[in-house]
């Protein structure tokens, strides 16, 4: 029988570093959740502004972390399910209002602590789109309890 998960509200801010465009996006103190089963699997959960501004329609975004693996979910302006897997090539696909893209990531970092009142998830991956390198992206998100 699976254990029921523990719901933790948390603050979240998320940094984007670029390093093909060596530029840096933050966005801070987003509200969320963060589900942990008590044993090895979070799920950490909340919405995002994800293209052009003044958008109406927040993306929600799901990030569910187990091991060395991490399956990222977004519905809203843009659409994916996509799984990086540390040291691994995964494949997927990236929908926007503008028509689907193939994607392709090669996850070369991939580290998630949680302390109880703080924690951070760290994922670095190469980037294709259409089968063209486009960045290597760092994803750091750094999360506190409310």
Known sequence: MAKPFAKIEVLIDVTTISKENKTKDTQTQRQGYLYHDG???YILRYEEQIGDEGEDQPTHTTLKIKGEEIKLIRHGTVQMNHTYVKGKTTEGRYHTPYGMMPMETKTT???????EDTGQLTLGYDLKMNNAFIDHLTLDIRIHKQ
Request: net charge negative; glycine share 0%.
């Open 39 to 41: 044993d090895q699997e």
């Open 109 to 115: 970092k991939l580290t998630f602590n949680w302390n």
